[in-house]
T-cell receptor
Framework: GAVVSQHPSWVICKSGTSVKIECRSL??????MFWYRQFPKQSLMLMAT?????????EQGVEKDKFLINHASLTLSTLTVTSAHPEDSSFYIC????????????FGDGTRLSIL | QKEVEQNSGPLSVPEGAIASLNCTYS??????FFWYRQYSGKSPELIMF????GDKEDGRFTAQLNKASQYVSLLIRDSQPSDSATYLC????????????FGKGTHLIIQP
């Protein structure tokens, strides 16, 4: 299989707090991981592409200084939402893909972030 | 701009019938195509992927791709109530190196 673990599942915190989300590929090495965000009743929107050992590539409109991504190993990528505010409340989902052409992305269980 | 279009539904299908879900995409250079199922409050689960024109079958599911028409579909045979979910069509431009562009999803309801 291709198992992607994401932690934590739920986060509720005060405005101004920084929140770190981990994404791990458990049974395969993922040179590339992706971070998505999903607001209620909407589809997933790609935030950034995370490549092991290099800087992440952010989609237009996503603030790189607010959403810090680190991909330090072939099995772990982290997303840190810095100084979170209520408008950052969303469902954050990571995915990972094996190396090779036409490989599908496998998603973690997601992190529901609520900023009070 | 990459766009993926789906009818949001809801699409209501009797149990045991065939559910047909459709998707069109705007970028003619798209390389690979995916169908994900998402239950409310959960993350997407891969159902099928396809990258060559024609049909691809996996159990009760068949994905169909027509690159000339920029159209991809998913057929679910012998629909079950547990198939009730939102089905997301996703497109990848470079066959794996890019993030996915998702449609807004079709809400499928299987009526017992």
């Amino acid at each position: 299989g291709a198992v992607v673990s994401q932690h934590p599942s739920w986060v509720i915190c005060k405005s101004g707090t920084s929140v770190k989300i981990e994404c791990r590929s458990l049974d395969f090495q993922a040179t590339t991981m992706f971070w998505y965000r999903q607001f209620p009743k909407q589809s997933l929107m790609l935030m950034a592409t995370s490549n092991e050992g290099s800087k992440a590539t952010y989609e237009q409109g996503v603030e790189k200084d607010k959403f810090l991504i680190n991909h330090a190993s072939l099995t772990l990528s982290t997303l840190t939402v810095t100084s979170a505010h209520p408008e950052d409340s969303s469902f954050y989902i990571c995915s990972a893909t094996r190396q090779g052409r036409f490989q599908p992305q496998h998603f973690g269980d997601g992190t529901r972030l609520s900023i009070l | 701009q990459k766009e993926v279009e789906q009818n949001s539904g809801p699409l209501s299908v009797p149990e045991g019938a065939i559910a047909s879900l459709n998707c069109t995409y705007s970028d003619r250079g798209s390389q690979s195509f995916f169908w994900y199922r998402q239950y409310s409050g959960k993350s997407p689960e891969l159902i099928m992927f396809i990258y060559s024109n024609g049909d691809k079958e996996d159990g009760r599911f068949t994905a169909q791709l027509n690159k000339a028409s920029q159209y991809v579909s998913l057929l679910i045979r012998d629909s079950q109530p547990s198939d009730s979910a939102t089905y997301l069509c996703a497109v990848n431009l470079r066959g794996g190196a890019d993030g996915l562009t998702f449609g807004k999803g079709t809400h499928l309801i299987i009526q017992p």
